[in-house]
């Protein structure tokens, strides 16, 4: 028996030599793909603020460039690359007077992670460099420049010449660019989604007022109180008739001050516009205070009625004023209005 199973073997293996060198076997190619990797923006010097190439959180304390680490082709693979700073770089390109009267950005200005984990199956991932917003104010009459270089990555192929990035930052106009767009956060408080109150007419009443607004007597129609309205979580609203008091010249408003510029403040949602006969305006003022509605045509810097839900002004210089609404409900019916949210933007 055990001579047979060896026959047989031996038959098979014959076999087999002989199907391969009649009929060549070929194997399937297996495809490598090479994933490149370097810094976006790598190679080239990064002008800030061209193309607004940068972020301000909405309280100004940090200004962030989104660099990132990018690759040429989606890595199925997670890896590392390692991050650092080249000061030597910026400061022979100062030397050399390829970057102007720029100075190096002080370390102690700004962060940037040391190593960067690129997830599996994506083809980016982020390297932001943050800096103190406040280097914007201390060099206001100067450029500043930092050299971000990749030194590792742990699999793939470094792209030398997208391996660093210098960074050029005229700090004046970054400062100015920073405040454009939506400001709301950054020159107004207590703006809604909800309104918030400091008091109430009573705990959990539906009247109050507004945290970090002004209001005057006329305004605070219930018992004291006026401006915040508990429907909707919490409005901006003023309200007569049905049993509340009529509101002859009523003021509620918010005292900034803003930079240069052209501005819209706008109802981003209404909640009700119950406005009927009596005039109700959005008004800016310069100053800390609002014109009575007699005197907003003389006095007024813009005013509109509220029904449009916007009001457009521009300042020449950095100035105090005053937003918000005039109202002036006398007739004896039911009127008001509920603001959800109000923003404010800038445009140069």
């Known amino acids: 028996m055990k001579n047979l199973i060896n026959g047989i073997c031996i038959m098979m293996l014959l076999f087999l030599a002989v199907s391969c060198a009649d009929d060549e076997v070929s194997l399937p190619e297996v495809e490598s793909t090479v ?39 989606v890595s199925m693979e997670a890896f590392e690359v390692e991050v650092s700073v080249n000061n030597e770089r910026v400061n022979q390109l100062i030397a050399n007077g390829e970057l102007g009267d720029a100075v190096l950005l002080p370390a102690s200005k700004y962060t940037i992670p040391a190593q960067v984990n690129v997830q599996a199956n994506t083809i980016s991932a982020p390297l932001p460099l943050v800096l103190d917003f406040d280097v914007l104010t201390e060099y206001q009459d100067e450029n500043l420049a930092l050299a971000v270089q990749i030194d590792r990555i742990s699999k793939h192929t470094l792209v030398s010449e997208k391996s660093t990035v210098v960074i050029f930052i005229d700090a004046d106009q970054a400062y100015t660019q920073s405040q454009l767009g939506e400001v709301t956060e950054q020159f107004l408080t207590n703006t809604g989604y909800p309104f918030i109150s400091t008091d109430r007419v009573y705990a959990g009443a539906r009247w109050g007022n507004l945290d970090g607004w002004q209001a005057n007597e006329a305004a605070m129609s219930h018992d004291g109180y006026g401006g915040f309205n508990s429907d909707a979580g919490g409005t901006f609203g003023l309200e007569s008739g049905w049993g509340s008091p009529t509101i002859p010249n009523g003021k509620v408003y918010q005292v900034t001050t803003l930079p240069e510029g052209n501005y819209v403040l706008q109802v981003a949602e209404w909640e009700w516009d119950g406005i009927k006969d009596d005039p109700a305006y959005f008004v800016v003022n310069i100053g800390d205070n609002l014109p009575d509605v007699d005197n907003l045509e003389a006095e007024a810097l813009n005013y509109v009625p509220l029904s449009k839900g916007a009001i457009e002004f521009t300042l020449h210089e950095e100035t105090e004023v005053s937003l918000g609404v005039v109202v002036n409900f006398v007739q004896d019916v039911g009127q008001g209005f509920k603001i959800k949210k109000l923003t404010l933007t800038r445009s140069l």
């Open 35 to 73: 994933v490149d990797v370097g810094i976006r923006f790598g190679g080239t010097q990064l002008n800030i603020p061209e193309q607004r190439n940068f972020s301000v959180n909405p309280d100004q304390t940090l200004f962030t460039v989104p660099l990132g680490i990018t690759l040429s082709t």
